[in-house]
């Protein structure tokens, strides 16, 4: 069984930065991609980005381009997200979730596109 897990979250000022991890404790993972989700209180979760683990692709919601940054270490089984210049709005829990090879032709930016998901790590950013 894949598991994922979180780390890095924090409260942070506006404009302020945050790396995201994302440990697959077990090393057990082997299949297309990672990606990053987030939840704000009363909202749907939503697509944040998603990193390929073999050529290192990427793909990112236009509300965090040019400002998040998703890389990967596959010795260390773990992905990081970079925040920086962070928002209010930017407020929520972020998971990680690993997208098997099947699942992976759904596309990447629907939850149920992804096989495994991590419990999240809570992100406040104050105004």
């Known amino acids: 069984q894949v598991q994922l897990v979180e780390s890095g979250g924090g409260l942070v000022q506006a404009g302020g930065s945050l790396r995201l991890s994302c440990e697959d404790s077990g090393r057990t993972f082997s299949g297309f991609a990672v990606g990053w989700f987030r939840q704000a209180p009363g909202k749907e979760r939503e697509f944040v980005a998603r990193?390929?683990?073999?050529?290192?692709?990427?793909n990112y919601a236009d509300f965090v381009k040019g400002r998040f940054t998703i890389s990967s270490d596959n010795a260390k089984s773990t992905v990081y997200l970079q925040m920086n210049s962070l928002k209010p709005e930017d407020t929520a829990v972020y998971y990680c979730a690993a997208q098997g090879y099947y699942r992976a032709r759904y596309g990447y930016t629907e939850g149920d596109a992804y096989d495994y998901w991590g419990k999240g790590t809570q992100v406040t950013v104050s105004s």
């Open positions: 990193v390929t683990r073999s050529g290192g692709g990427t």
